[in-house]
């Protein structure tokens, strides 16, 4: 049971080029998310989707795109790459619950660094 | 504006004794907590909830308390283990714009010491 699997793992770009992050889950989930964490904050939701072909912006979209064709899997794109895109970047996904105690299931990260 | 904040960026607790992780949040909208546990290079993985309605709730050697008129709430992990050394998230939730958002602590780092 694979869960939630972010790849790549890590990643060097340069700036002003283009990427895509790659989420898929395993586990017929509605919700799907991607967060950033950088250095002392916590983590910062960037793009979220409800269901298949939904997209909607979260707290910092500035930068980045998503797409939600297909139910398990939930693309971050990054159209020209920023030295302040220097993070680690989380998906998750969760069930649609009634009340906001469903638990978000994470993948392991990419960590990605904007030269 | 951190609506969700941990004030202690790191604690450092013996094995076998009580670890006390605290989180406050300002927005009395929130309508679960919920925690998390994360190991270095792994994601974030769900430890356990409370729902704004409750003010305790527990599973196995966690317990969760949550003080609405202070709007605080706390971890309590008894007894404390090694393995539980992680850093440790608070997560608060919020229905808006037709669905739940989470907002996150920037995180606690518990030392278990052996």
């Known amino acids: 049971n694979a869960g939630v699997t972010q790849t790549p793992k890590f990643r060097v770009l340069k700036t002003g080029q283009s990427m895509t992050l790659l989420c898929a889950q395993d586990?017929?989930?509605?919700?799907m998310y991607w967060y950033r964490q950088d250095p002392g904050m916590g983590l910062r939701l960037i793009h979220y989707?409800?269901?298949?072909?939904?997209?909607a912006k979260g707290e910092v979209p500035d930068g980045y795109n998503v797409s939600r064709l297909k139910k398990q899997n939930f693309l971050l794109g990054l159209e020209s790459a920023a030295p302040s895109q220097t993070s680690v970047y989380f998906c998750?996904?969760?069930?649609?619950?009634?009340?906001?105690?469903?638990?978000?299931?994470f993948g392991d990260g990419t960590r990605l660094s904007i030269l | 504006d951190q609506q969700v904040k941990q004030n202690s960026p790191s604690l450092s607790v013996q094995e076998g004794r009580i670890s006390i992780l605290n989180c406050d949040y300002t927005?009395?909208?929130?309508?679960?907590f919920l925690w998390y546990k994360k190991y270095p290079a792994e994601g974030p993985t769900f430890l356990i909830s409370?729902?704004?309605?409750?003010d305790k709730n527990e599973d196995g050697r966690f317990t969760v308390f949550l003080n609405k008129s202070a709007k605080h709430l706390s971890l309590h992990i008894v007894p404390s283990q090694p393995g539980d050394s992680a850093v440790y998230f608070c997560?608060?939730?919020?229905?808006?714009?037709?669905?739940?958002?989470?907002?996150f602590g920037t995180g606690t780092r518990l030392k278990v010491l052996a």
């Open positions: 998750a996904s969760s069930y649609v619950g009634t009340g906001g105690g469903q638990p978000q299931h």
């Open positions: 586990m017929n989930h509605e919700y």
């Open positions: 989707s409800v269901g298949e072909g939904t997209t």
């Open positions: 927005n009395s909208m929130f309508d679960y």
């Open positions: 409370i729902s704004s309605i409750k």
């Open positions: 997560a608060a939730s919020l229905f808006t714009s037709g669905t739940y958002k989470y907002i």
